[in-house]
């Protein structure tokens, strides 16, 4: 018994111990859930703006992404609770143009009630759809292309909100982003950042035309899922000759006579090969391909999404490799 009593005292010491480490950890936990509550909140519609918000704001910022890696910008509907992660954002970046046309409503009610929304693509100097003006040039909105892309044609008012398929608009959009960070927080040198990464995505631009220039100049005919590589024939030197699904969205609906002109253009021009979507059903591509003939492909990209892990297009830089890859792998041979 005097062993036992003996031994309380140095018990109790052990205990005080365990307990004061115990409170040292929750009061690190509660200093960083703090610090991580203090950071701006900047919410992005899709995966692809996500990875350039991200270079950008390093962890300087939260960023959360409303769109899913794999999902079709055009046909997303949001949850209430991304709903209210958009109402309640510092910052929301957003492709614009009508692109994101499920959320359309929604941005334009935050905005509204004050939170601010930054549309990337009418920043960048966006250029009519492919099929809609035989210019493919920097020019802006000179030309008159109101009526060219049917239905959903008429809700991006001619302009082609596909501008992530050109790196060097999205380098553009990367100093536009910090410039707007800057608005919200000064304190915080966003530009250095935004500015090594625009050098990344124009050298990215670089390598992706050195890689494409395996394909001979009568060869540099894109027939694409819907006008999502616009940009990218504009960059590169391509030109689209035919889409499946006529205008800028895929819910556009084409008729058996524009899928029968589609078979015909193809034919006409020479093409074996027709652009899928990684984020888009291939089936009405197939049954195209199959119409043409049998020496026809059906090559996948990455356009409304970056890939998984591990599929080589996690990043917009990634992407672009593994587009401008492809392309070079099916119309240099």
Known sequence: KTKLRNGLPALFVVLALIAAACGTDDDARTDEAAAEEALSKIVVTTSIWSDVVQNVVGEDANVETIIPIGADAHDFAPSSQQVATIQTADLVVAKGLGLEEGLEDVLEAAESEGVRVLE???LVEPIPFALGDDDHGHDGDDGDHSDEEGEHGDAHDGDDPHVWMDPDRVARAAIEIAEALNALDASIDWMTRAEAYAEELRATGVEAQQMLSVVAEDQRKLVTNHEALGYFADRFEFEVVGVVFPGGSTLSDPSSAELSELVETMEDEGVSTIF???SSPSALADAVAAEVGDDVE???????????PGSG?????GMTITNAERVAASLGG
Do not use: C
């Open 120 to 122: 990337v693509a009418p």
């Open 276 to 278: 899928g979507e990684t």
């Open 298 to 308: 059906v090559v996948e990209l990455y356009t409304e999404s970056l890939g998984e």
């Open 313 to 317: 297009a996690e990043s917009v830089i």
